[in-house]
């Protein structure tokens, strides 16, 4: 869900993004919640945009990754949601959302993918996290370990090739 980086601006003490947090996460300022994902709601919009604050929005790649991880209550995908929300947000700030992501075990082997499909979407930055293993559900096989790492490498080297050309991925 969208999570607000204070640290966006300087000087990020300010009296007004502190209370715009405290308006954001405690008085029902909320943009996005886990019933709704991706729903920003016109004033906290407006007060992103006012303030300059960066936003993060968990996505977790291409549709059929991201609907099974992030599903509804009811029990439907949230990707065309976040999209649309991502779109609403840039529309109003100018501004392009950080992507962050969590891959089960088996999504490990499509890190490279996830990542090119988040940066085609846009997304200023692409943060991606394996799940903990918080239970058995979670432990990883040594083939999906191998998987994630390659997956990591096969990006680090696109990094390198891009940094001595001169360019940023």
Known sequence: FPA?????????????????????????????????RGIFTDAALDFIA???????????????????????????????NVVAGVARLVACTGRAPAARVTLTPPQWSRVPEVFDHLAALGFVEVGIAPTSPVSADFLPTPAQDEALIAGFAALARRFVDAAAQGRVL
Request: net charge neutral; no cysteine.
């Open 50 to 80: 006012a303030h300059d604050i960066g936003v993060s929005v968990s996505i977790d790649g291409p549709p059929d990754l991201h609907d099974t991880n992030r599903r509804f209550a009811g029990g439907g995908g949230s990707y065309a």
């Open 4 to 36: 607000t980086l204070i640290g966006s601006g300087e000087p990020w003490k300010t009296v007004d993004v502190i209370k715009g947090f405290h308006w954001l996460t405690y008085e029902g300022g909320k943009f996005s919640t886990s019933r709704r």
